[in-house]
Each structure stands twice: as C-alpha cells, then as structure tokens.
C-alpha cells in the first residue's frame, strides 16, 4: 500500500513556527470540512471504519498517536507525531487510530461534508466492497 505523508512547510522565525494549509497548494482536493479530535482518553481505540467516497489528510498538531491503515490486502502501522506532516487517507481505506498521547490533538481536513452513509463500519462488508470494487474495475483495481 502506497502510504503519502505530505511535508508541510514551516514558516518560522524568532517568534515561533506557523504552518499553513491550502487548497491546490500542500491540500490537494477541495476543503469541504475540518475537524478535530482531542481529550482522547487512554488506551482508547478509535476508527474502524472506512469511506466509500471521502478523502482526508491527518495532522497531529499536538501530541501523537497511531493510525492502523488496512486497503484489504495490507495493513501498515504509522506513528503521526509531527505537526508538519499530513498523512493522506484515501477512500476504502479501514483505519483505526489507537496510543493516543493525552495530549493529542488530531485535525482532519476533509473533502466531503459529514455523511453518516459513506461510512463502512462493518470489517466483513468493507472487505465484500473492496472485492466487489476489484472485480468492476473500482478502488484501484
Ligand atoms: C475518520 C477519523 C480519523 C459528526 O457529527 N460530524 C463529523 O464531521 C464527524 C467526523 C463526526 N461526527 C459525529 C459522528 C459520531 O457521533 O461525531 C461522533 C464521533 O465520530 P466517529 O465515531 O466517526 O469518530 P472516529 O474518531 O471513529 O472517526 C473520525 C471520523 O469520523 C472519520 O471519518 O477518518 O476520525
């Protein structure tokens, strides 16, 4: 599975870091949503879903925590601890997100508006669309 974590430029100086997103420039989709996870609490594992449609990138703006990223035939393990990095998730991709530092603030910028219906929450039918998807051509087949 190709895994793209994205460099984003820091801008610092004497005062401090800054570091800015933006759309067709390190964001490449359109920003329809942002959200952000914090006050997780510990030991607790989140996730277990995949997307039909939506796409994201992840950044630890504070604090770290795992991602577990499945495409149905691989599954690799990505510490994200570092504020200038985007991980990219695309769509039909199973993650759960797990070791999260108390500290831990997760913003997710998002190419569609929340849809309750593009979520796979199921690992059985997740695995049924990615066959179903390979045999018509879809997901990368
Ligand atoms: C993902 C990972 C990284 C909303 O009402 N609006 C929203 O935009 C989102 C993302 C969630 N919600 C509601 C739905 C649930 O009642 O917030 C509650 C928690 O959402 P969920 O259980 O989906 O959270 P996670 O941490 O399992 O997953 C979230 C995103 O849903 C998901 O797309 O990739 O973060």
Redesign the pocket.
Known sequence: MHIKLIPLQTHGDERGALISLEEGKNIPFSIK?V?Y?FKTKEGVR????A?KV?K?I?VAVRGSCRFLLDDGCEKVDILLDNPAQGLL?ESFIW?E?YEFTEDCV?M?L?DQI?D?SD?IRNYEVFLENIGSAKNTGGADA
């Open positions: 949503r959200y996870l989140r996730g277990f879903h997307h939506l994201q992840v998730i993650r997100m997760l997710v998002a929340y309750e979520y």
